[in-house]
């Protein structure tokens, strides 16, 4: 059964540190991995997708990195700013048409 | 392009009372999701559907049941309300390219009491 656990749990950084996000999946036989963020109350936004051929993806001051064979994906941050701060969701689909999500990162940067 | 829209944003029902959660996407994709988020579970697949007309069950379905009539449309019912049942309700799109799935896009949302 696939797992997926992200650490850490909470972060909290100053303003304009990078910053690395990590998330961990234990079956390696999956089809691609996606980032979002979650503001407060509200839905999910995606960040980045990486397919499973892939080794990372970017957007921005955002980077994405996959590592199928250890199962591991870091979602990199550069020169964090105050409205970066949210909950960071990462969640990998498999062979079933579902998402499995990690309990998230809630990321506070400080001004 | 509204992308994912959900109807409504708040309801709260009595226990053993029923409702239909409206989805509805403009992106004309053929993969459509409900998934339930509560704090400490994380977000969870309640129905999907690979096409109009297509239904299947995900992670939780007992208590739910949905259809999808119209491409673009998909709905989620609770027949008797629990409290068991309050959560916050997304709902998702996405396609798929060739040999790959492509990214899932999300609502904003609906949060259901029940009391």
């Known amino acids: 059964k696939q797992e997926v656990t992200q650490i850490p749990a909470a972060l909290s950084v100053p303003e304009g540190e990078n910053l690395v996000l990590n998330c961990s999946f234990t079956?390696?036989?999956?089809?691609?991995l996606q980032w979002f963020r979650q503001d407060p109350g509200k839905g999910l936004t995606s960040l980045l997708l990486i397919q499973s051929s892939q080794r990372e993806q970017t957007s921005g001051r955002l980077n994405a990195s996959l590592d199928k064979s250890s199962g591991r994906s870091t979602l990199y941050i550069a020169a964090s700013q105050p409205g970066d701060s949210a909950t960071y969701l990462c969640?990998?689909?498999?062979?079933?048409?579902?998402?499995?999500f990690g309990s998230g990162t809630r990321l506070l940067v400080r001004p | 392009n509204a992308g994912v829209t959900q109807t409504p944003k708040f309801r709260v029902l009595k226990t053993g009372q029923s409702m239909t959660l409206l989805c509805a996407q403009d992106?004309?994709?053929?993969?459509m999701y409900w998934y339930r988020q509560d704090p400490g579970m994380g977000l969870r697949l309640i129905h999907y559907?690979?096409?109009?007309?297509?239904?299947a069950k995900g992670e939780v379905p007992d208590g739910y049941n949905v259809s999808r009539l119209k491409k673009q449309n998909f709905l989620l019912g609770l027949e008797s309300a629990a409290p068991s049942q309050t959560s916050v309700y997304f709902c998702?799109?996405?396609?798929?390219?060739?040999?790959?799935?492509?990214?899932?896009?999300f609502g904003p949302g609906t949060r259901l009491t029940v009391l």
């Open positions: 998702a799109s996405s396609y798929r390219t060739g040999g790959n799935y492509n990214e899932q896009f």
């Open positions: 079956d390696s036989a999956i089809y691609n």
């Open positions: 992106m004309n994709h053929e993969y």
């Open positions: 969640a990998v689909r498999g062979s079933s048409y579902k998402l499995i």
């Open positions: 559907s690979v096409g109009e007309g297509t239904t």
